[in-house]
Nanobody, 114 residues
């Protein structure tokens, strides 16, 4: 099993930046890809960014050029650097780790005011 703990959410004005962190513990050697997902009120959860064990990345179109996902294998941590935030980025952001099944963190709230 894997345990994931997110941090770094908060309230920021439009145009601002936040960096989310996701610390993984447990059977981390079995982790394949990791990713960040978000869920806004009344909407389905969507994939925001993913990073493979080899370091390749993928982003949803709405965040390309603004968000960057990275991982520090020594610290077992995945980051999401979010720049030029927009009100539509407001959501609960969840970290996920893919092993044979997908594990989820509890989420961290990101609120962007206009």
């Amino acid at each position: 099993q894997v345990q994931l703990v997110e941090s770094g959410g908060g309230l920021v004005q439009a145009g601002g930046s936040l960096r989310l962190s996701c610390a993984a513990s447990g059977s981390i050697f079995s982790i394949n890809a990791m990713g960040w997902y978000r869920q806004a009120p009344g909407k389905q959860r969507e994939s925001v960014a993913r990073i493979s064990s080899a370091g390749s990345t993928d982003y949803v179109d709405s965040v390309k050029g603004r968000f960057t996902i990275s991982r520090d294998n020594a610290k077992n941590t995945v980051y999401l650097q979010m720049n030029n935030l927009k009100p539509e980025d407001t959501a609960i952001y969840y970290c996920a780790a893919d092993l044979k099944v997908r594990y989820w963190g509890r989420g961290t709230q990101v609120t962007v005011s206009s």
